[in-house]
């Protein structure tokens, strides 16, 4: 499949799912993983809390709960890109009065902001759909935009203990190591390793927080699938 009609038919998913939700989980309210971490800033770093007029990016922004809350709470202006034009219109009607802004496009295309542009960037279960070299371009193309001692917040799929991406690893491999296809949406997504983040994140970022989530086993079984949570901050 060429890669004109691969993007044609994830967009052809993700609208469809944005229309009649059959997998996802959708929300109005911010997500919880994104308050923890709007917490411990607001703790650890209180000279560098979101201020009115930052501007954070939301990549794969989906219905912009999450640029919502933080527009209201903090007074932020914001971009969220999704390759949805369904998640894209239901961002834009949360979004009434707010400053902020959305486009559609795939995660993969470069992102139309200017250099060191963003205090904040989140990357909340987006990116672990590219392959290898898309994933580093747009990690390089998220240090561009982000200011010197601007905020990350990466959140993705935890390889480590999680026993259901072992069986999805060994019964639906993807062609690169560490990738699978998923059984119902026919996509490939990545699930990382730790040392694996922290090698990737290491050329741009300084770690300041990995918190990984906790029920993945539930008596002795496979319970949840994993997730691991990232701040990390852009070096100087």
């Avoid at 959140?155 to 190591?177: C, I, M, Q």
Wanted: hydrophobic content about 35%; glycine content about 6%.
């Amino acid at each position: 499949m060429n890669k004109r009609n691969k993007r044609r038919n994830d967009r052809k998913f993700w609208n469809k799912e944005y229309k009649e939700v059959k997998h996802l989980s959708l929300s109005s309210n911010p997500s919880e993983d994104l308050l923890k971490f709007t917490r411990w800033l607001g703790r650890q770093h209180k000279d560098q809390q979101m201020s009115q007029g930052d501007i954070v990016l939301d990549i794969g922004c989906g219905n912009g709960r999450n640029l919502v809350y933080l527009s209201r709470t903090f007074g932020i202006n914001g971009v969220g890109i999704d390759i949805s034009k369904e998640a894209i219109a239901q961002a834009m009607d949360m979004s009434k009065s707010l400053p902020l802004e959305y486009k559609c496009q795939s995660i993969a295309d470069p992102l139309l902001l200017r250099d060191e542009s963003c205090s904040i960037v989140l990357d909340m279960m987006a990116s672990h759909v590219l392959n290898s070299e898309k994933r580093n371009r747009l990690l390089s193309e998220i240090a561009r935009v982000l200011k010197p001692g601007g905020w990350f917040f990466f959140k993705t799929f935890l390889l480590d203990e999680d026993r259901h991406a072992e069986r999805l690893l060994r019964e639906n491999p993807g062609e690169e190591e560490g990738t699978y296809i998923h059984p119902k949406s026919g996509t490939p997504e990545h699930v990382f390793t730790e040392d694996e983040i922290e090698r990737t994140l290491e050329p741009y970022f300084l770690i300041h927080k990995i918190s990984k989530s906790h029920r993945h086993i539930l008596r002795g079984k496979a319970f949840k699938r994993r997730s691991v949570s990232v701040y990390a901050e852009k070096k100087f």
